[in-house]
């Protein structure tokens, strides 16, 4: 059995965070009070104090989202590595015409931690920080787990997840498609920063995109080099 939390209004109020930041659209109080199994008066507390710190804020319809308050939280969060990381994401996005990205491991998840989008694209594959999903999925989770030994591993990994773990550890980078989001592909580097001053978790940064022929080896060699140039920033050993 789970583990109860030593706060339910704390817990409660991450959730509704969660809640919004995974949906595709400004929530109802309705429709977050049946997503969160609560009463629409708790939910509506709850709300309340989180408008009051500005991380949540309504429309002139009274719908939720994610107040600004929450990019200025989210910043903060290895801001060293997002720091040294966007130069080398937006130059990668333009060059290539693809949506480039930095995703940790928490956890079982892994999480988009900065992402660029290319200027000049026609269409491009949005990836917004703070989306995350499980780690057996998508290219960028294959990258991390290549990079750790299994026993670091947070999930036991099916036969067929191990081998494409062993696949990209042996070629440097990993692929997927239709793993995340149908039709998208998407290719990853593992970013080592272990022997760097501060202590990270678990990197890679990865492109995505949709119906194109590019050549994996050739994106992977892309972003190897933006990896090394963060790993250099940073005092990480190429290890």
């Given at each position: 059995?789970a583990?109860?939390?030593?706060?339910?209004?704390?817990?409660?109020?991450?959730?509704?965070?969660?809640?919004?930041?995974?949906?595709?659209?400004?929530?109802?109080?309705?429709e977050?009070?049946?997503?969160?199994?609560?009463?629409r008066?708790i939910?509506?507390r709850?709300?309340?104090?989180?408008?009051?710190?500005a991380l949540?804020?309504r429309?002139?319809a009274?719908?939720?989202?994610?107040?600004?308050?929450?990019?200025?939280?989210?910043?903060?969060?290895?801001?060293?590595?997002?720091a040294?990381?966007?130069?080398?994401?937006?130059?990668?996005?333009?060059?290539?015409?693809?949506?480039?990205f930095?995703?940790?491991?928490?956890?079982?998840?892994?999480?988009?931690?900065?992402?660029?989008?290319?200027?000049h694209?026609?269409?491009?594959?949005?990836?917004?920080?703070?989306?995350?999903?499980?780690?057996t999925?998508?290219?960028?989770?294959?990258?991390?787990?290549s990079?750790?030994?299994?026993?670091?591993?947070?999930?036991?990994?099916?036969?067929?997840?191990?081998a494409?773990?062993?696949?990209?550890?042996?070629?440097?980078?990993?692929t997927s498609?239709?793993?995340?989001?149908?039709?998208?592909?998407?290719?990853?580097?593992?970013?080592?920063?272990?022997?760097?001053?501060?202590?990270?978790?678990?990197?890679?940064?990865?492109?995505?995109?949709?119906?194109?022929?590019?050549?994996?080896?050739?994106?992977?060699a892309?972003?190897?080099?933006s990896?090394a140039?963060?790993?250099?920033?940073?005092?990480?050993?190429?290890s």
């Open positions: 059995m583990q109860a939390p030593a706060s339910q209004t704390l817990s409660r109020g991450i959730r509704i965070l969660e809640i919004l930041a995974d949906a595709r659209a400004p929530l109802t109080i309705d977050l009070a049946a997503e969160l199994g609560v009463h008066s939910a509506y709850l709300l309340r104090t989180l408008e009051d710190h949540v804020s429309d002139a009274g719908r939720l989202a994610l107040g600004a308050r929450m990019a200025a939280l989210a910043a903060g969060v290895s801001q060293d590595l997002q040294e990381a966007l130069p080398e994401l937006t130059a990668v996005a333009n060059e290539l015409g693809m949506t480039c930095l995703a940790v491991l928490d956890r079982d998840e892994c999480i988009t931690l900065a992402s660029v989008e290319p200027r694209a026609i269409a491009s594959v949005a990836q917004r920080p703070g989306a995350r999903h499980s780690i999925v998508g290219a960028p989770s294959k990258a991390i787990l990079a750790l030994p299994a026993g670091e591993w947070p999930v036991d990994p099916s036969p067929v997840l191990r494409q773990i062993d696949d990209a550890r042996e070629r440097g980078y990993a498609h239709d793993e995340v989001i149908p039709t998208v592909q998407a290719v990853a580097v593992p970013l080592r920063l272990r022997g760097s001053q501060r202590p990270h978790r678990p990197a890679a940064i990865a492109v995505v995109h949709v119906g194109t022929d590019a050549d994996p080896a050739a994106l992977a892309r972003l190897e080099l990896a140039a963060i790993r250099g920033a940073l005092g990480g050993s190429a």
